[in-house]
């Protein structure tokens, strides 16, 4: 199976957010522990590297950065072929926009 994880669960463990982080670890652990993969879309390796851009914090961006080449963690591009089959899975059940990391990752293979 492959587990796709939200833009949270990255910054939680990169960050090492208290009370956060432990959690974020413990699930990405278990994850690989049962056997399966880890996988993170490009709009999460956007939003993750916001903050340290913008605040030139050049230590945290190579943090991330470490995370997304990690090759563990596979990295699901958001073509325009995924984004379609997202589009066609929201409107085949009615999904709203919050939805739309959940169609994507669907619609690029995750479960």
């Known amino acids: 199976m492959i587990v796709c994880v939200d833009t949270n669960v990255v910054v939680y463990l990169v960050e090492k957010i208290a ?3 432990p959690k974020a670890a413990a699930r990405l652990a278990a994850i690989r522990a049962a056997g399966d993969e880890v996988a993170v879309g490009d709009g999460a390796r956007l939003e993750c590297l916001l903050k ?3 605040s030139g914090d050049a230590v945290l961006e190579n943090h ?3 995370f997304f080449a990690d090759p ?3 990295m699901l591009p958001v073509t325009v072929a995924i ?3 997202a589009a066609r899975i929201g ?3 009615n999904f709203k926009g919050c939805t ?3 169609r994507q990752s669907t619609a690029a ?3």
């Open 100 to 102: 739309s990391r959940w």
């Open 72 to 74: 563990r963690v596979h």
């Open 64 to 66: 991330f950065r470490t």
């Open 109 to 111: 293979g995750c479960s």
């Open 91 to 93: 409107a085949a059940f």
């Open 83 to 85: 984004r379609e089959r």
């Open 19 to 21: 009370g956060w982080g």
């Open 52 to 54: 340290p851009l913008k």
